[in-house]
């Protein structure tokens, strides 16, 4: 997430994050964050997932956590500055790995009823909707690459207006969906 405010600071608790799956998936792991509740998972035998919830809400982990349960920008609680104020301090970010989305473009269906909250006035999300995949530099900064093809992909970027972008990465080899959102300027 990404706050683009440039006074409005999303204060403690912090932020919550939720959707709804088009079909049965689960959350296999999460680093960054975590699902409030696992719901019933009975269906699994050797590896349980993280959350097996229709309706997954999210929030962030708080500071201090171990570092094989963090990613960049995460654990601070949901707190997260306003970009006019400190930059640097204006993101936060989680990563989960989904199962049982399917594996083509046919058969990967996007979240609905997207929700963001956070302590004070709220946003309204509408539909999720598919943007042109993200491109990447190498580290070596020699070459530019997608996730995925276009003819191919399994990525899949979407979006809420008015108020809130988020973005979904789903690359089927490695069962990886990355969430990041970006909160954009509003009229409050």
């Given at each position: 997430?990404?706050?683009?405010?440039?006074?409005?600071?999303i204060?403690?608790?912090?932020?919550?994050?939720g959707?709804?799956w088009?079909?049965?998936?689960?959350?296999?792991?999460?680093?960054?964050a975590?699902?409030t509740?696992?719901?019933d998972?009975s269906?699994?035998?050797?590896?349980?997932?993280h959350?097996?919830?229709?309706?997954?809400?999210?929030?962030?982990?708080?500071?201090?956590?171990?570092y094989?349960?963090?990613?960049?920008?995460?654990?601070?609680?949901?707190?997260?500055?306003?970009?006019?104020?400190?930059?640097s301090?204006?993101?936060?970010?989680?990563q989960?790995?989904?199962?049982r989305?399917?594996?083509?473009?046919?058969?990967?269906?996007?979240?609905?009823?997207?929700t963001?909250?956070?302590?004070?006035?709220g946003?309204?999300?509408?539909?999720?909707?598919?943007?042109?995949?993200?491109?990447?530099l190498?580290?070596?900064?020699?070459r530019?690459?997608q996730?995925m093809?276009?003819?191919?992909s399994?990525?899949?970027?979407?979006?809420w207006?008015?108020?809130?972008?988020?973005y979904f990465?789903?690359?089927p080899?490695?069962s990886?969906?990355?969430?990041?959102?970006?909160?954009?300027?509003?009229?409050f």
């Amino acid at each position: 997430m990404t706050n683009f405010q440039m006074y409005r600071h999303i204060m403690s608790p912090g932020w919550t994050v939720g959707w709804t799956w088009a079909k049965k998936e689960v959350i296999w792991s999460m680093v960054g964050a975590q699902a409030t509740e696992q719901g019933d998972c009975s269906k699994f035998r050797m590896n349980i997932p993280h959350c097996c919830m229709k309706n997954p809400t999210v929030v962030d982990m708080l500071p201090g956590v171990p570092y094989n349960q963090q990613i960049a920008n995460c654990c601070k609680g949901g707190v997260v500055s306003s970009w006019g104020q400190d930059p640097s301090a204006a993101v936060s970010s989680f990563q989960l790995s989904v199962g049982r989305s399917g594996t083509t473009n046919k058969t990967v269906r996007l979240p609905k009823n997207f929700t963001l909250l956070g302590p004070g006035r709220g946003y309204s999300c509408s539909q999720a909707k598919i943007v042109p995949s993200t491109v990447f530099l190498t580290s070596d900064g020699r070459r530019k690459t997608q996730a995925m093809s276009k003819s191919a992909s399994r990525e899949k970027k979407f979006y809420w207006q008015p108020k809130t972008l988020i973005y979904f990465h789903y690359k089927p080899e490695d069962s990886l969906l990355l969430m990041k959102k970006v909160l954009v300027d509003d009229q409050f």
